[in-house]
């Protein structure tokens, strides 16, 4: 149980151009999911938490304008880079809290979206 | 806001002896601790985790300790395997805030054979 998935799981496109991520709770409903992203050896960084049916929370620093997210369902949140461009590369990987059984608190982990932009 | 430290970065282990990493949190009103581990090209995975109000759990050859007056937190692999190597994240969070994680900086693991 508890499996979160991601789709594209690896994504290039040129600069300039718009990339969506998916990420899905298959076998639970999330209220709340989270956005990271992560450079190479090093840790996650929160980039926004979504919550269904309402804006998305951005951490400091994160545009968004740049980063937009949407979180349409109980089981599926987008995350659009768009305009992206080179330093827009990286591992971006999502996460979802069950609403019931489990804690809220506990975060199940997508496999992450590799992200090249040329 | 909370900080999170971990140690060693890095941690190299002969297969079958145990592996330890600690963790110590800044913000005593955390409540909820739980460790990931990353392959290499993937996301992290839920190990173990454990609250606050308790000092250990143990799930097979994996056991977390909490010391809550020390404010700080341990993940302990026991009879380690190859398959064991991996990047392990220690973390943080209020249960009842906004939920928020705040990671560890990693250990990279290595088992060797």
């Known amino acids: 149980g508890a499996v979160v998935s991601q789709h594209p799981s690896r994504v290039i496109c040129k600069s300039g151009t718009s990339v969506k991520i998916e990420c899905r709770s298959l076998?639970?409903?999330?209220?709340?999911m989270f956005w990271y992203r992560q450079f190479p050896k090093q840790s996650l960084m929160l980039m926004a938490t979504?919550?269904?049916?309402?804006?998305?929370?951005?951490e400091q620093g994160v545009e968004k304008d740049k980063f937009l997210i949407n979180h349409a369902s109980l089981t599926l949140s987008t995350l659009t880079v768009t305009s992206a461009h080179p330093e827009d590369s990286s591992f971006y990987i999502c996460?979802?809290?069950?609403?019931?059984?489990?804690?809220?608190?506990?975060?199940?982990f997508g496999p992450g979206t590799r992200l090249t932009v040329l | 806001g909370e900080n999170v430290e971990q140690h060693p970065s890095t941690l190299s282990v002969q297969e079958g002896d145990s592996a330890v990493i600690k963790c110590t949190y800044s913000d005593s009103a955390s409540n909820y601790f739980p460790w990931y581990k990353q392959e290499l090209g993937k996301g992290p995975q839920l190990i173990i985790d454990?609250?606050?109000?308790?000092g250990e759990k143990k799930d097979q050859r994996i056991a977390v300790t909490l010391n809550k007056t020390a404010k700080h937190f341990s993940l302990h692999i026991t009879e380690t395997q190859p398959e064991d190597s991996a990047v392990y994240f220690c973390a943080a969070s209020y249960a009842f805030g906004n939920e928020n994680l705040t990671f560890g900086t990693g250990t990279r693991l290595t088992i060797i054979p």
């Open positions: 076998d639970f409903q999330a209220t709340t």
């Open positions: 996460s979802a809290s069950p609403i019931a059984g489990g804690q809220r608190d506990t975060q199940y």
């Open positions: 454990i609250r606050s109000n308790v």
């Open positions: 979504s919550n269904e049916g309402s804006k998305a929370t951005y």
